[in-house]
Nanobody, 123 residues
Framework: QVQLVESGGGLVQAGGSLRLSCAASGRTFSTYAIGWFRQAPGKEREFVTAINANAANTYYADSVKGRFTISRDNAVNTVSLQINSLKPADTAVYYC????????????????WGQGTQVTVSS
């Protein structure tokens, strides 16, 4: 089992940057792919980015390509999400999620979820 805790959210102005972290418990973290999803008020949860267990492959939603960067450090059980050039449309609760080995863009395919961290971007 994996427990996930997100941190790093906050209130920033458009054009600013944030670095979100997803800290995981468990000795098998290196066997899990991690995805980031976000959910804005009144909207469905949407895929943002994901990284495979061995970090060999990363995936991004078109809306965040070139602005978001996902990375992981299996030695410290952490996945980071660097967010640059923030836009008001990025305002949402950001969640990290885990599933075995390979990434997916579907939230239904993830087994473990964190509690989320709020990102608010002011114009």
């Amino acid at each position: 089992q994996v427990q996930l805790v997100e941190s790093g959210g906050g209130l920033v102005q458009a054009g600013g940057s944030l670095r979100l972290s997803c800290a995981a418990s468990g000795r098998t973290f290196s066997t899990y792919a991690i995805g980031w999803f976000r959910q804005a008020p009144g909207k469905e949860r949407e895929f943002v980015t994901a990284i495979n267990a061995n970090a060999a492959n990363t995936y991004y939603a078109d809306s965040v390509k070139g602005r978001f960067t996902i990375s992981r450090d299996n030695a410290v059980n952490t996945v980071s999400l660097q967010i640059n050039s923030l836009k008001p449309a990025d305002t949402a609760v950001y969640y990290c999620a885990a599933r075995r080995m390979f990434s997916s863009s579907s939230p239904d395919e993830y087994d473990y979820w964190g509690q989320g961290t709020q990102v608010t971007v002011s114009s």
